[in-house]
């Protein structure tokens, strides 16, 4: 694929994926507040407990996803059609089988869901409300397999799509819902039944537009591809491992340690945070697919300028948005919800620290993910698991830290691995880089975001507002016009921010040097 058709489809795709985001969560803030206002704290709790209880089970899958995904790349640069259908076909055949077991295993914990929470009266229907959730995850892997051809053909838009239509109707029929009847499981189960629609609509529209994979329907994989996908896969396990352990433990830690009703509360802190960390992350893989193809086909300097400009824009969007959220999400929850919802400071700025070193990752995970590092970080990844739950436990028990021990915890764990591993193997491995020049940028980028969050307070000092509502509106122009002016004001001359313009403009505001990347 030329440069240009990759930079027309990966702005496509990640407009689209945008798109997606705003809609997805506007409707789920809407979903929210009436899901508080309907229901209770412990429902909250209750939802995010789960959610990363079948997130850790969920270990099963191996990354064998990421691991055939990354296999597809060259037979579809090369419109190998009959190598894609067997590596799908493989896809579909171990996914099968990891769909029947996680469901097996899932519903065997079923007796001991009691032991993970704490602090909250007992819920008659507590095994039905698990059961839901874990159908809701599960079922997808049996479907979920054909998106990837969508991926690797760089067709992400198409997902995306489908997605906006099916979360849209679900978000509406959920709060129309517990308008009229409060009720949670009927909650669950228009969830569970449109994440299936999901599943089907990109089921079907695969089937349709890709006619070469019902020619090639028996293809199988050679046994060296299959023993490098395998071997690839035992590797991705340890990196699924550590992704589970470091996202989804924080959750159960609380709910067992400190307690349930407070899972509750952090929850809609997570809710801002998550959204977040998703349109960000949503944004980013959608240029995937083009990221693929030119690690697929160019020189490593091409991809060394490429991967530079796209960090710097990652790094625009992620410190702008970690920012704003330091800034706006205490004043906006008293605002929403009231002052009975607000957690302590500490708590906000370990929300905000681990958000931030979790979506500057973006950029590495993606090149990482395309160039197939799967062995190489293998140990990486255990080492970050380990530290995260040891760390976590002694902040949470003898310290006696709490929320924030845990927290805490993550940001320790990342600190010692992910913050300088993941950059040494594409640095000084892949580009033939200085690490040293990664160091400086990252200090670079963390340095302006938190001056850009210290100018926006001063602002704040300096002019008092008392109306809630209008202090927050101030606060929220603040961020807009102040951090994104300050960056601008900081990066004006890199060549970066010269890339960052071109494409948003489409023109030559800048005479420099223009590169050929996606």
Known sequence: MSATSRTKQSIKNSSVALFEQIIYNLLSFISRTVFIFTLNRTYLGINGLFNDILTLLSLGELGIGTAIIYSMYKPAAKDDYESLSALLNLYKKIYTMIGT?????????????????????????????????????????????????????QRSDIVSIISILTNTLKIILQILMLIAYQNFIQYLLIQLLFTLLNNI??????????????????????SKTRNQIYTNVKAMFLSKLSSAVVTSTDNILISKYVSTVALGLYSNYTLFSNMLRTFISKIFEALTGSIGNLVATEKANKIYDLFRDIWFVNFWIVGFCSASLFILINPFIELWIGPSYLMDIDVVVMIVLNLYMRLIRNTFLIFADTYGLFVELRWKSICEAVINIIISLFFVGPMQLGITGILLGTFVSNIATNFWYEPYLLFVKRFRAKLLTYFFLYLKYLIVTITSIVIVLLIENIVE???????????????????????????????????????????KVFKYDSRKNI
Do not use: Q, W
């Open 101 to 153: 077991v996680l469901t097996v295993v899932g519903l065997c914990l079923t007796p001991f869901l009691d032991f993970f929470i704490s602090d909250m009266p007992t819920l008659e229907k507590l095994p039905l409300i698990y059961i839901l959730y874990l159908v809701n995850t599960t079922g997808s892997y049996f479907f979920i397999y054909k998106k990837s051809i969508l991926i690797v053909d």
């Open 465 to 507: 507002i008392v109306n809630p509502f209008f202090h927050f509106i101030f606060l929220l122009f603040s961020c807009i016009i102040v951090i994104n002016g300050f960056f601008a004001i900081v990066f004006f001359k890199t060549s970066e921010f010269k890339f960052l313009i071109k494409k948003l403009f489409r023109i």
């Open 201 to 222: 609509a990109i089921s079907l529209y695969v089937d349709h537009n890709y006619s070469y994979l019902k020619k090639f329907k028996k293809a199988k994989v050679d």
